[in-house]
């Protein structure tokens, strides 16, 4: 089932129950014309996601699709396939990887083993390097089985620097890394004639983005949040995780949770403030529109303490 992107904005939790109803787990949602997104659940990672519990990208061109990140694993890939399959016949040609989280890469050989190019810069592909067996270790705990088959592939040729401009069966695009976001190395996928980014895990929309110990800054997230949005000024955005969404719902959902993160629990911290009294003041505390955010209760302590741990 596909579904507009104005009918998704407007009818954000009718949609919702649509998706529960249908048993499908990545929901694609039209964007533009032969641009869409691939919706997968916002909850954890497990057994019936295999590992996609985040958001994907696709342009249909005249060639083959472009897939934007190839699913947690060779299962994940296949939900990916699955979900294509309802949009267009066409095989996936290229593969870009917005970063090194397992959702972004780990399903690339699946598609390579099909003859598709698997497409990242170099400051990504080396964090994907470093990070493989330890994705790799928790995806076999989380997901058992359902991992198996699983084989870290990047891209043998990365693109070197910042920026790269690629024209793709005709539709020019923009690989471009602003910073170090969720992870070091994160990249976005730019659509500059439509205005569409696909942010991989700079965004997160209509969840509760996790802050994790693993060479990222939550500092650093939050500048580089900044640059793309003041860069780009995307019309669209099709974040990391969660429904495709305006600059807006991504200021108010990743800029400025980042921005309230840095605010409040740098000072603590370097007042030497107690940490869990620091927690729990600004738990209590956090302003309605990151309550009302999916995982808030499960996530949001967990992140001011490793902000609070950075910032120490
Ligand atoms: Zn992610």
Same mark, same amino acid.
């Given at each position: 089932?596909?579904?507009?992107?104005?009918?998704?904005?407007?009818? *954000? !939790?009718?949609? &919702?129950?649509?998706? @529960?109803?249908?048993?499908? =787990?990545?929901?694609?949602?039209?964007?533009?014309?032969?641009?869409?997104?691939l919706v997968g659940p916002l909850g954890q990672r497990d057994?019936?996601?295999?590992?996609?519990?985040?958001?994907?990208?696709?342009?249909?061109?005249p060639d083959g699709v472009i897939l934007i990140d190839s699913g947690a694993t060779k299962a994940g890939a296949e939900l990916i396939e699955t979900a294509l399959k309802t949009i267009t016949p066409k095989p996936v040609r290229w593969v870009i990887n917005t970063g090194s989280q397992d959702h972004?890469?780990?399903?690339?050989?699946?598609? *390579? !083993?099909?003859? &598709?190019?698997?497409? @990242?810069?170099?400051?990504? =592909?080396?964090?994907?390097?470093?990070?493989?067996?330890?994705?790799?270790?928790?995806?076999?705990?989380?997901?058992?089985?359902t991992a198996d088959g699983t084989v870290p592939m990047s891209s043998p040729d990365p693109l070197p620097g910042n920026e790269a401009k690629l024209k793709l069966g005709?539709?020019?695009?923009?690989l471009r890394h602003f910073g170090t976001g969720h992870f070091p190395g994160d990249a976005v996928v730019w659509l500059p004639k439509q205005r569409?980014?696909?942010s991989g895990d700079l965004v997160f929309a209509d969840r509760m983005l996790g802050v994790l110990d693993n060479g990222s800054r939550v500092d650093q997230w939050a500048q580089t949040f900044k640059t793309f949005a003041t860069t780009l000024k995307p019309e669209i955005?099709?974040?990391?995780?969660?429904?495709?969404?305006?600059?807006?719902?991504?200021?108010?959902?990743?800029?400025?949770?980042?921005?309230w993160l840095v605010r409040e629990v740098q000072p603590a911290a370097q007042n030497m403030d107690d940490m869990d009294k620091t927690v729990q003041r600004l738990h209590a505390s956090a302003p309605e529109t990151f309550r009302k955010l999916d995982n808030f209760e499960g996530i949001d302590k967990k992140n001011i303490t490793r902000a609070y741990l950075e910032f120490q």
């Open positions: 089932m596909i579904k507009t992107f104005a009918k998704a904005l407007a009818c *954000a !939790a009718l949609a &919702a129950v649509a998706v @529960a109803a249908h048993a499908s =787990v990545l929901q694609p949602v039209k964007v533009g014309d032969d641009i869409y997104a057994v019936a996601n295999a590992g996609d519990n985040a958001t994907f990208g696709a342009i249909v061109t972004r890469w780990l399903g690339n050989a699946t598609f *390579a !083993a099909q003859g &598709a190019k698997i497409i @990242a810069l170099d400051v990504t =592909v080396k964090v994907q390097q470093a990070n493989a067996a330890q994705e790799m270790q928790g995806l076999n705990m989380l997901l058992g089985k005709g539709i020019e695009l923009e569409i980014a696909f955005i099709i974040p990391g995780h969660g429904k495709p969404c305006s600059l807006a719902q991504a200021q108010a959902q990743t800029g400025d949770y980042l921005d």
